[in-house]
């Protein structure tokens, strides 16, 4: 069986030569364009393998959706899960931090803590260094022209670079923290430990004035205590980057500075802080000391003297002996008629508690006896002891019997 190319060894030569022409015209006519002109056969061959590009693509596009939507949907539902358990234990957390927060700020208030917070500062720019290995220290463009004073906080966005040395018209000295005079009260954030941070001829910083037997773990941040009464305190000031023994039963910490000291550009000055008393949150139903003033026992308040009130004059049988200013007398006396009556006379107030002197002897030996007239003729006085008796009826018979 002869081949198709023999059997059609003519034809299949005319192909070839009819392809190779139009190959040779491909590759010498080209197309312009606007921006540029193309050969004729790039665009062919472009054309010709498109379709083949786009099925590729396609398939790439679609493993991949099938990979993102189904064999990787199964990962990504554990990993929904434990962000939603992990918001939720956040969730708490806050809570927590909310209660402890609005606890602190009420109890703050109720003994009368005061913070201090930072009220002005002004920016400046460092315009030179010490350029001495004994000194370090840095010049700022700002001085007294701007407010500036010596022992003034010099601070960054990332935390405390020094205070100020030396001021001038219109530059200051800025002493760093890494300098062997300087000197920072500081404590640890989470042990509360306090300290004095200090620079080293080094260049180091180093917080001493820690106990050995303190446990102080590497990578704890170290913040300003406020007790040098220069700092504010809670600004960020370094990092714990290692532990040694030190002398004299100390611990020898070594602090990483917070601001980088060594590409100082722009500071910012702490020229006014101010001291505010936390007030507690209005939301809050009720506040500790209000809570605490509920709790407290309250003391009645003490009654006035009432200066307008007299006491009456007690009512005594004949030849009784008159009342002494200092007791209270109940006497029955029973007139003839067989009524008996009972008197009592309060005692008579001692001299500078109402204002009333105490009368004589003779004044109250004279109204006692009138008193005992009027109850031997059955009537009972209620005159004034001030005013004077007015003058006895005619006298009775004695009683005859004794006094119930």
Known sequence: MESVLGRYRNLTILVGILFLQVLGLAVQVKRSSEDESTRLIRIWAVDAVTPFE?????????????????????????????????????????VRLS??????????????FKEQFIARTVAAQVIGSSGSEQSRSVYIDKGTNAGLKPDMAVITGDGVVGKILRVFQSTSQVLLLNDQTSGVGAMLEKSRLQGVLRGTPAGEIVLEKVMSDETVPSGEKVLTSGGDQ????????????????????????????????????????????EEKEPVASETEPMRAADILAERLPTVPPKPAPDAGKQPAAAVATPGAKPATPTSTQVQVAKPADGNA????KPAAPKQGASGIPPKPAAVQQKSADNAANSA???????????QPPSAPATQPPAPQDTPH
Do not use: C
Request: a positive charge.
């Open 54 to 94: 786009k099925g590729i693509v396609w398939a790439q596009h679609g493993s991949s959706n099938l990979w993102r939507n189904y064999f990787y949907l199964r990962g990504v539902r554990q990993e929904n899960r434990d962000l939603k358990q992990q918001i939720q234990q956040m969730e708490i957390e806050r």
């Open 99 to 112: 209660e402890d927060a609005n606890q602190a700020r009420r109890l703050q208030a109720l003994l009368g």
């Open 230 to 273: 220069i700092f504010p305190k809670g600004l960020p000031v370094g990092t714990v980057t290692k532990i040694s023994p030190g002398s004299e039963l100390f611990l020898n910490i070594r602090v990483k500075p917070a601001a980088d000291l060594s590409r100082l550009e722009e500071v910012l000055v702490i020229t006014q802080r």
């Open 341 to 344: 009556v009972k008197v009592v």
């Open 376 to 386: 031997a003729s059955g009537t009972v006085s209620t005159a004034p002891a001030d």
